[in-house]
């Protein structure tokens, strides 16, 4: 997978192995405990013994938006570990641009919690009104609740629709942003 950075197993013995393709970046770490460090991908999956998707961030290491996606392992039905990996949103930024067909609409990827993980220009500080406008937040609320879904909002002065569904594969939402002018302009066209 090109958009793969890393990938790690942490076990609840703390015995961790991982691969990363810039290895020689990360030489000066030499002893990681991710449970002691705080580590959200691994905390958040050892209490919930469910999979984890974290928030997009900028890798430390500067290689660009990232996100870290974690799943549970088990052993007889006992937690045994966390197995977690980085993912280089590039690329997935790459495809959900290419959706789009015209300059006044785009499309935008969330996880099933309503965070934001690829859209044009979304960096760490991208605020979620910026990308859904002024029903932002009781859009989010509805991408967290329902698999599916069409809303209005305002954004810059205009009125859009946020159409949704469900990707099976993930569970994250694909929203498209779509002005409601250019719908109406085509649907009188024909």
């Known amino acids: 997978c090109p958009n793969l950075i890393s990938v790690y197993i942490a076990t609840v013995t703390h015995v961790n192995i991982g691969y990363d393709e810039d290895v020689a970046m990360k030489r000066d ?25 974290s928030d997009a961030y900028s890798d430390s290491f500067g290689r660009g938006l990232t996100v870290t996606v974690a799943v549970p392992f088990f052993v007889e ?10 993912i ?6 790459k495809s959900i641009l290419e959706i789009s067909n ?8 969330f996880t099933e919690d309503g965070k934001p993980i690829s859209a044009q220009g979304l960096t760490e500080n991208t605020g ?3 990308l859904l406008g002024t029903e932002a937040e009781n859009i989010v ?6 698999k599916s879904g069409v809303y209005q909002s305002t954004i810059n002065q205009g009125t859009v629709y946020v159409v949704y569904d ?15 002018d250019r719908i109406v302009e085509s649907a009188n066209e024909s």
């Open 141 to 146: 609320d509805k991408i967290k609740s329902t």
């Open 29 to 53: 770490i030499t002893s990681y405990n991710p449970e002691s460090l705080g580590a959200e991908w691994y905390n958040t999956v050892c209490a919930t013994k469910k999979s984890f998707i």
């Open 88 to 93: 280089h949103i590039e690329g997935i930024n």
């Open 128 to 130: 979620i009104e910026q």
């Open 102 to 109: 015209y300059e006044d609409d785009y499309a935008i990827l």
């Open 77 to 86: 039905g006992e937690l045994r570990g966390v197995i977690g990996s980085d």
């Open 166 to 180: 469900t990707v099976s594969s993930t569970g994250w939402r694909l929203a498209l942003v779509l002005p409601v």
